[in-house]
């Protein structure tokens, strides 16, 4: 585990705005379904807002958030969060420079982490600078403690993560947007490696060994320090 540097935070109400926000946009893109997902943000050290258990992305206001400590006591907040805090509060833990996670189940990045395939290819800049590659773990109940433990070798060398038969773990060491961001970057390139290998198979052009280094230094070059390099 990192030890945190001396940062600064997002305010309460930002924080909650950003949130809302995030769950409209995933819940508009169809990267939820029902009350699927969830959002937090730090606001502090040893301190998060969370999105709601049992309550859609789209429709959640800021009177149903929840802001806690990192070791689970709430500190604001009428409802409950998701038994999937968890794999959020083992982020934080595994690397506090994390500033937020996002968990969705967006279909394309989904079918991935069915099939146990990491996000993987050299078929586009943006992948491997802003995101690289998205490991897979394995297959695990969804609310257990089987979840933190399956993604936690993943969380200081990546940016997301697959989660077995069960969507997508994104985090961001800079903002919120960031995190989700990651999410929407996640799902348009596990869509382009699937419709590229439907259509094409193995006849695409794909960056080269230097090519792939000089990517990763740029990527490095933004203040991305992990992400992996694509095989």
């Known amino acids: 585990m990192q030890t945190e540097k001396t940062r600064e935070y997002p305010d309460d109400q930002t924080a909650q705005e950003m949130i809302l926000e995030a769950g409209h946009r995933m819940y508009e893109k169809g990267y939820v379904a029902a009350n699927d997902g969830n959002i937090t943000c730090k606001v502090g050290p040893d301190t998060i807002w969370a999105t709601p258990t049992g309550v859609s992305k789209g429709f959640m206001k800021k009177e149903m958030l929840i802001k806690m400590k990192l070791d689970g006591e709430i500190l604001e907040g009428k409802e409950k969060p998701s038994s999937e ?49 998205v490991p897979c773990a394995k297959t695990v109940i969804p609310g257990t403690q089987d979840v933190p433990d399956s993604i936690a070798p993943y969380v200081n060398d990546y940016n997301a993560v697959l989660l077995g038969n069960h969507g997508v773990l994104t985090w961001s060491e800079d903002s919120m947007m960031q995190a989700y961001y990651r999410l929407e970057t996640a799902e348009y390139f596990a869509e382009i490696i699937l419709y590229a290998n439907l259509f094409f198979g193995d006849n695409v052009n794909k960056y080269t060994d230097e090519q792939v280094s000089q990517l990763i230094e740029i990527r490095s070059k933004l203040g991305i320090q992990r992400g992996g390099r694509p095989s």
């Open 85 to 133: 805090i968890r794999m959020h509060l083992r982020v934080y833990h595994e690397d506090p420079q994390v500033m937020a996670v996002v968990h969705a189940h967006p279909k394309f990045a989904t079918l991935f982490a069915i099939a146990n395939r990491p996000i993987d290819s050299r078929i586009l800049p943006e992948g491997i600078v802003q995101l690289g590659v």
